[in-house]
């Protein structure tokens, strides 16, 4: 099939969201010689951290080895969700029952921190209140996803959610593929890269210093004080907060082998139809399915494109291969847009942990957020706030992620050598899930 068949002539392999919120330009600014808090990554979380600081009159610098902005938030399919990747039915053996409901109202406390955080610094991010449609592969999975929301609700857990069967689903999603599925109320959607400028415009308004362009190289400890190494000179400074999630270097190589970095990719077709667009994602309720390897859909930020995406194993190499391998997969779930063209293919890295938690703490005095599993836009905003609180002493930093070990793999360095043979065992699964 000729490129031209699968691309836009205007075809861009970067973020849709960057069309309208670009990464911001390097200054060639060197960081500060001294700071009190010194923040790795200028993603949602270290800028989440860095606002609640600067408003508490912290003298905070933000460094960031790329443009502020160049990692997962803003590349991400911007859904403000309020429950965390992880099935219930799955965490309970786990964690007990007990500790995975404060888990559950700890992502709908991130949800409603997130959310109220756009509407109080009223941040143009095009958030909308929309609920979502998880879509079950077979009656097997609807079964379960019913068991898990009853559950939920004898555990305490405000889920405001609802079962949808086979023939109350959205049009494009009935025609064999899926066996109903779920509504949840109260998960939003946002414009990814207008929430990341929000937060980076409101930091640096308050006084936060962000230096982009600037790796760190190392951080080593100092008396009670940390010297931060950088590309562009050293950082003294009395804190240290990491917040670099699916990219974290290695001069955090405790942090690094604690984490799984996994590649995302999505697509935004060209400008469609209204009506076309309505019948997708009714509302502008957005679409995940209820799987290990899910994909996920949705309207663009004015309901005139699709924005489709999953997760890969395979190395992002060759975007516009990529697209063209996207496209197919998000007409084989939604037929009526085959033959629709890709404008924008991207990708980014998002990280799991091993216990499928996130995780917030600190290690030989250096404080982190990160391990948000694939939740976090609101985690992650939420975590950054609480992991501010922390450094501020303030006795409401805590949330029930708090003294729980940050496990790892004997010998794992960071680098998921096993993600294909992981993948290949989640697809293995979910074709089980979809055969029912
Ligand atoms: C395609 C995709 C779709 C997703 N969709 C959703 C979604 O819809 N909803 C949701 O909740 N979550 C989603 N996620 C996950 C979510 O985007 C991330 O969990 C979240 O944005 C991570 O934010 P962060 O601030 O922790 O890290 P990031 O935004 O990834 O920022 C980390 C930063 O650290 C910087 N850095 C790395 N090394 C250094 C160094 N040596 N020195 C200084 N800086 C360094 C990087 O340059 C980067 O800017 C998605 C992720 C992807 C990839």
């Not at 079950?136 to 009853?150: C, E, Q, T």
Request: aromatic share 10%; charged share 25%; with cysteine.
């Amino acid at each position: 099939m000729a490129a031209g068949d699968v691309l836009t002539d205007d075809f861009r392999a970067t973020p849709y969201w960057w069309d309208l919120a670009p990464r911001p330009e390097d200054e060639g600014v060197a960081p500060p010689a001294e700071a009190e808090v010194a923040i790795v990554g200028a993603g949602n979380v270290g800028l989440s951290a860095a606002l609640t600081l600067a408003r508490r009159g912290r003298g905070v610098v933000v460094l960031d080895a790329e443009a502020a902005g160049h990692g997962a938030s803003t590349r991400n399919a911007g859904y403000l969700g309020r429950q965390v990747w992880y099935k219930y039915g799955d965490m309970v053996p786990k964690l007990g029952r007990e500790r995975a409901a404060r888990v559950c109202r700890a992502a709908i406390d991130a949800h409603d921190y997130a959310a109220s955080l756009i509407e109080r610094e009223q941040i143009a991010c095009f958030y909308r209140n929309t609920g979502r449609f998880i879509a079950a592969p077979s009656k097997r999975v609807f079964d379960g996803l019913a068991r898990d929301l009853a559950m939920m609700q004898d555990d305490g857990v405000p889920v405001d959610a609802e079962m949808v069967e086979p023939e109350a689903a959205p049009p494009a999603y009935r025609a064999g593929r899926y066996h109903g599925g779920q509504t949840l109320r109260g998960n939003g959607v946002i414009h990814a890269g207008l929430y990341h400028a929000g937060l980076l415009e409101r930091a640096a308004r308050d006084g936060a210093r962000i230096v982009g362009h600037c790796p760190v190289q190392a951080i080593e400890r100092e008396g009670g004080a940390f010297r931060v190494f950088t590309a562009r000179g050293t950082v003294r400074a009395g804190h240290v907060i990491v917040a670099t999630n699916g990219y974290t270097p290695k001069a955090a190589q405790w942090l690094r082998r604690r984490l799984v970095p996994v590649d995302a990719f999505m697509i935004a077709t060209e400008p469609l139809a209204e009506d076309r667009i309505e019948r997708i994602a009714p509302g502008g309720r957005p679409m995940v399915e209820h799987c290990y390897s899910p994909c996920w859909i949705r309207p663009n930020e004015d309901g005139t494109r699709i924005l489709f995406g999953g997760l890969s194993a395979e190395p992002p190499a060759g975007l516009a291969r990529k697209a063209s391998f996207l496209r197919d997969a998000m007409v084989r779930i939604v037929p009526e847009l085959e033959g629709v063209r890709i404008s924008h293919c991207w990708t980014g890295k998002t990280a799991f942990t091993f216990d499928m938690l996130p995780h917030t703490g600190s290690h030989d005095g250096v404080e982190y957020a990160m391990g948000w599993c694939g939740s976090g836009v609101p985690m992650g905003t939420y975590l950054g706030y609480k992991t501010a609180l922390r450094v501020l002493g303030d006795p409401e930093s805590g949330t029930v992620f708090d003294g729980r070990p940050f496990p790892t793999k004997p010998f794992y360095t960071g680098r998921p050598w096993f993600l294909p043979l992981a993948v290949a065992w989640h697809k293995r699964k979910d074709r089980k899930l979809f055969r029912g």
